[in-house]
């Protein structure tokens, strides 16, 4: 079966003396259940693997039952280290604290009981860590799948990804296309925007959530402003409120909306937002185009390419911990710009689709970055630049 790259990340940190809790974190069907469980199959530390899916979501003391449990199972054994896993624990009310209560008597006893936590709801981990478990936890980020490891598990090839994106679960789909897209909508469209978002944060105007994800997906590598944005959504709204859900589809990893380099940190996020996808499905699955109609299309199918490549970008920021903006000057426009420690890399996309365009040229005289480059026709392939490491673009390498 194949591994994502995060197995061999936990599966070292287990082999560890105990530290820290281990927390998965990534979006929805992305394989973070899987990993886990491929990890527990190789390990040879006694385990309690339990999921909070079907419990109520008030009974917190759940938690402190399977923590008991474990610690029983733990002595029964006479065992040196015993593993507790809890999945969806996000999906239960004041789960951290109950967590933190667990973990610190175990500190405070000399239990020497080591912890996996992961849920589908990216938005409710993160609350939950920042607030009550600082200190006590470390991150194992699952971005979307890349191209390497879909061509590598599924043998697709680069213009099925570009097209139908990174979601393992839908690859055996792709040969019925209204399948495929049933899969996507019903199967991680839904449930993220319904289950994880609505459940984690106070959305008072949820079908002007879902519209704007919707018109977001179709816009995906097109900038249009908040305003265009309102004027084209039936549920009424205001730009405070547009841009404060667009940040949240953001956090959950599914839509953003890039903001204008600059220098003046104000004119960033004043900007008009270039909306972008974090996998190329969310955009396809938004369409009633097909396959072959986008690709023999060179403008239609340039946006595609130019998604791909963003959302590449955008799920290794992740991992690299920089910024991804994009830069427009009157007609100069620069696709994907990054930033990190003081460094910026400018990046342009083409496939065809456009015609000469200054945008780099003047972008490097006005600011200098240490890098700019193409991606696409006349440039860097685009097969090559979706594998690319891209902390080694930097010339001090993110830690």
């Known amino acids: 079966m194949f591994k994502r790259p995060q197995f061999d990340e936990l599966k070292s940190r287990l082999s560890e003396p105990k530290d820290k809790i281990q927390t998965v974190s990534g979006p ?26 079907n419990v109520p979501k008030t009974d917190t003391f759940w938690i402190s039952e399977m923590w008991a449990t474990a610690r029983a199972r733990m002595k029964a054994a006479n065992a040196q280290e015993f593993l507790l896993v809890i999945d969806e624990v996000h999906k239960l009310d004041n789960w951290s604290e109950a ?66 994106g990174g979601y393992p679960g839908g690859a055996k789909y792709i040969n019925d296309e209204r399948r495929w ?84 940190e104000a004119r960033k996020y004043n900007s008009v937002p270039k909306l972008m996808v974090y996998n190329t499905a969310l955009l396809t699955a938004q369409t009633s185009t097909t396959f072959h109609k986008t690709f023999t299309m060179p403008a239609l199918w340039g946006r595609w390419v130019e998604s791909a490549v963003g959302a590449y970008l955008l799920n290794q920021a992740d991992e690299y911990d920089y910024k991804l903006y994009y830069w427009r000057e ?51 392939p685009i097969e090559e630049f979706l594998t690319w490491n891209l902390g080694n673009l930097f010339e001090s390498k993110p830690i």
């Open 28 to 53: 929805r069907q992305v394989g973070k259940s899987t990993m886990v469980k491929q990890v527990l199959q190789e390990i040879d530390i006694p385990y309690l693997s339990v999921s909070a899916d």
């Open 99 to 164: 967590v933190k209560k667990e973990w610190d008597d175990d500190v405070r006893n000399d239990i020497n009981m080591k912890v996996v936590i992961l849920g589908s709801s990216r938005l409710l981990l993160k609350d939950g860590l920042t607030e009550s478990l600082a200190g006590r936890y470390e991150l194992i980020r699952m971005p979307h799948w890349s191209y390497n490891e879909m061509r590598e598990a599924f043998a697709m090839d680069l213009d099925q990804y570009v097209y139908f």
């Open 181 to 264: 897209r049933r899969y996507i909508k019903d199967s991680i469209i839904a449930p993220a925007i319904e289950r994880d978002i609505l459940t984690t944060k106070t959305i008072y105007k949820p079908i002007l959530m879902r519209q704007l994800f919707d018109l977001g997906c179709m816009y995906s590598g097109k900038e249009l402003s908040l305003n265009k944005m309102l004027g084209q959504l039936q549920d009424a709204g205001n730009v405070t409120t547009l841009a404060g859900y667009l940040n949240t589809l953001g956090e959950g990893r599914l839509l953003c909306g890039l903001q204008k380099y600059a220098q003046d």
């Open 330 to 380: 009157n007609n100069d426009e620069v696709d994907f710009v990054i930033e990190y420690s003081g460094q910026h890399i400018a990046i342009e996309v083409k496939s065809g689709r456009r015609g000469a365009n200054e945008g780099l040229k003047t972008f490097t005289n006005k600011f200098h970055p240490q890098q700019s480059f193409v991606v696409g026709t006349d440039g860097v």
